[in-house]
């Protein structure tokens, strides 16, 4: 099988910082504390409850049934009581009704899960039957619901489905590991969506920076219908639209989907994720995530289940380093992760990696910050071909007409990487971030505006 070696346009090469756990083994962490399902977990509508305060659930159980449209079921991952439906803090520093749970330590699960099924064996509406009950989401961080991105209007027109093992974000390593230890597993999810798209070619995209997880996948592919492809390290690998255009050359605008271009892409993670739902009869309850960062005593590669604390995966973790304190918490990588001013919130689905960072690049660019000197460095690196320097000077000026029609700015994909090779320090991405949510509240408004006249 030959090993093509390909690339996107623009991109960089931020510090990886992934020597702090990328060795590390992953250890299976069962939580202890209360568990907090928050009922959005994924783009869409809210799941609604199907439990009430008192009742005792077993993990695995339906606690919340995904509403009609786009959204997506949750189980519990523990077995307790349900102590309350109520607001709750989430990861992202914002309230959402969620479903709290006393976790009684038992981990009871509900009759039939770990049942072996063949999926050759299955229909294509039983799998995705499977899927959707399973309350699977994507797990790279998007959190769009998956049995909705395995039924596209045309299914025969799917030429790839491509598996994202590109982890290209800074310091996360659990789906490197998760490809070193799980690597027949994930291939056999692949094969499970290969099913459904019978025309399609299935591509696991790695990084080249993970040489155990390429042969892990070498060795289960063999025999296999599946091609393994390294790319080269360079941010953002990983992106979807990076993936597509490395695989197939393809380029999609901002109102199209992968499938539109013939692309079906998952991260490793849901992949896995799908093979557990399908061949081992289990819902999504656990996942893995990385705690890490140069703050973290000992950083490491957890299993662990959906709605665990995360200050108690930080103790699990070591606490923090001794003599150090995080002066910034991070949901994700420093690249595109969110800030967390909370431990007392839970991980969430789509939520990889906690990194806890001994200094904040953000706050320290503030007081270095510079007019634009006009470089064109940003231009270079924008892996969309955008002009990042015009669309700052059309966002300061609020001239949202040039920045949507002209400059096309809502083809952002919020990557970072012309604020990371910015020299004068400018915080572009930040501000591409507040432009796009200001275009998109006008065009709600016109909507409502609009609708009010009928």
Known sequence: MSLTRKSFRGGVHPEGHKELSKNASFE????????????????????????????????????????????????????????????????AGTFMQSIIIENDGLYE?????????????????EILAKIRDAGIV???GAGFPTHIKLAPRDPSAIRYVIANGAECEPYITCDDQLMRNYAPEILTGM???????????????IEDNKPEAIQAMLNAAAGKNIRILPMPTKYPQGGE??????VCGANYGITELPADVGCIVDNVGTIYAIYKAVCESAPLMERGVTIT??????????????????????????????????VKI?????????????????????????????????????QVQTACIRCGRCVRVCPQGLTPQLMSAAFEKKDYERYENKLHGLECISCG?????????????????????????????QKEKEAAKE
């Open 330 to 366: 991070l949901a994700g990588g420093p690249m595109m992760g969110i800030p967390v001013d909370n431990l007392g919130v839970p991980l969430q689905k789509n939520n990889n990696a906690l990194t806890f960072l001994t200094g904040d690049p953000v706050a320290d660019s503030l």
């Open 138 to 140: 994507g797990m790279g």
């Open 241 to 246: 639209r990076s993936v597509i255009n490395v």
């Open 28 to 91: 299976t962490y069962l939580p202890q504390g209360d568990m907090v399902f928050p009922l959005s977990q994924h783009i869409g509508r809210p799941a609604s409850p199907v439990v009430a305060k008192g009742d005792r659930v077993l993990a695995g159980q339906l606690i919340a049934e995904a509403a009609a449209g786009l959204s997506a079921n949750i189980v519990s991952s523990c077995s307790g009581t349900v102590k309350a439906i109520d607001r709750h803090r989430t990861i």
């Open 191 to 205: 094969e499970v969506i290969l099913s459904l798209f019978p025309g399609a070619e299935g591509v696991v995209v």
């Open 417 to 445: 990487s012309c604020t990371f090779i910015c020299p004068a320090k400018r915080h572009l991405t930040q501000e591409f971030k507040v432009a796009k949510a200001e275009i998109m509240a006008m065009k709600r408004a």
């Open 109 to 125: 699960t509900l009759p039939g899960i770990g049942k072996k099924v063949d999926h050759r064996k299955l229909s294509q509406a």
């Open 293 to 326: 960062g140069e703050a973290v005593k000992r950083p490491c590669n957890l299993l662990t289940r959906i709605g665990a604390n995360i200050g108690e995966l930080l103790e699990v973790a070591g606490g923090y380093r001794d003599g150090s304190k995080a």
